[in-house]
């Protein structure tokens, strides 16, 4: 019996169903051969030679090339402080055992200050030392930017850090014991418990900035005219009005009137009074005799 055809159409079956099989499966997934540009059999488009990898020397090379950005940016945030670059001061002052030292930063280029702010911390070349008034002179003055130390006979005695000349973040001071007597918290100049207001839903204008430290108003209380100068200026201990409270007149910083009320808070006889007044052309219309 001749088993020919058989043989042949056996082998014709096994071929088409080989062939069927592949063209069901999936396209080969290339994407990594495409990340480096070579071909799937893994020969490279460029030399048309085998693509190798030493692992253990990419490793190496990968580490050093982290470490070597770690150490870039380490040296970089030395003098880098919310974004902007700093030099470091100091200042020097007494003998013996009151020597101070106050360590700080200040800003390498002069930046506008927060008109509302009613403190900004510079550092006069002039007189070499740290004020919060006067004029800024860029050319005699730098504002401060970055940590700051207070250090009287080795010990610290105030640290903290500054934003654009205003106290930011957490300020915590010393005694000479080394013992925490008082922790408090800002946001760039204000308590950072503050209450705000605006004038405006943009909140471009400021209204009133209650300060609020553990939950009672303490601290310095400022109320703005719309065109942004000073209307108000008082101080809070535990909820209540003390020491001399300031009215302007709202153009050339003019005072209008100055009312005092009590120094100790808990003085509940003390009657507050006006004790001076001014016109809008700065005369004094009222004076309380003491």
């Not at 096994?14 to 059999?41: H, M, R, V, Y």
């Not at 001399?244 to 509940?268: A, G, L, T």
Request: with cysteine.
């Amino acid at each position: 019996m001749n088993f020919k055809p058989f043989i042949f159409i056996f082998i014709s079956l096994c071929s088409f169903s080989i062939l069927k099989a592949q063209s069901e499966e999936s396209p080969a997934d290339s994407t990594e051969f495409d990340i480096f540009g070579d071909t799937e059999d893994g020969f490279s488009l460029i030399n048309d030679s085998p693509l190798t990898l030493n692992m253990e020397r990419e490793m190496e090379l990968s580490k050093e090339a982290k470490d070597a950005r770690k150490e870039r940016e380490k040296k970089r945030k030395k003098k880098w402080f919310y974004g902007m670059k700093t030099k470091k001061g100091f200042t020097r002052r007494g003998v013996g055992d009151n020597v101070e030292l106050e360590i700080f930063y200040y800003l390498k280029d002069y930046r506008e200050t927060d008109p509302y702010v009613p403190q900004v911390y510079w550092y006069d070349f002039t007189r070499k030392r740290i004020r919060t008034s006067g004029k800024i002179d860029d050319k005699r003055g730098v504002i401060l930017h970055g940590p700051y130390k207070k250090i009287v006979n080795e010990q610290v005695i105030v640290e903290g850090i500054f934003y654009k000349g205003t106290k930011n973040g957490r300020w915590t001071r010393y005694d000479r014991n080394d013992i925490l007597v008082d922790k408090r918290k800002y946001f760039r100049g204000w308590p950072k418990d503050s209450k705000v207001r605006y004038y405006d839903d943009k909140r471009t204008k400021l209204l009133e900035v209650i300060p609020i430290v553990y939950g009672k108003k303490n601290g310095a209380y400022f109320k703005f005219h719309e065109n942004g100068t000073v209307a108000v200026v008082g101080k809070y201990d535990n909820d209540v009005k003390v020491g001399k409270w300031v009215e302007y007149y709202p153009f050339m910083r003019r005072r209008k009137k100055e009312i005092q009320y009590p120094s100790d808070p808990y003085d509940k006889s003390y009657q507050p009074f006006i004790s001076k007044e001014w016109d809008r052309s700065n005369r004094l219309v009222y004076q309380r005799k003491l």
